[in-house]
């Protein structure tokens, strides 16, 4: 049988914050089951943990000479 990860385990897992992921869509997050007999205890499985990160697509590192600037504060020029 698979163990069960609570939201603080997949917190752990993701390295983010549980309260991060209690604010994110459902569909943004690994499929979870809710418990029988709870309306709110929502478990994940962790063989379907690593399935969704394995599906994840991985990003591209943006190179140090990228023209793309990134929005904020402007520079002052001297």
Request: proline share 10%; no cysteine.
């Amino acid at each position: 049988m698979d163990s069960l990860l609570t939201i603080h385990d997949l917190a752990r897992i993701l390295r983010v914050s549980h309260r991060t992921l209690q604010n994110r869509k459902p569909e943004d997050l690994p499929p979870s089951i809710t418990l029988p007999g709870t309306k709110r205890a929502r478990r994940w499985r962790e063989r379907d943990v690593t399935q969704w990160l394995l599906g994840l697509p991985t990003s591209n590192p943006v190179s140090a000479n990228s023209s793309v600037r990134r929005p904020g504060r402007p520079r002052r020029v001297v």
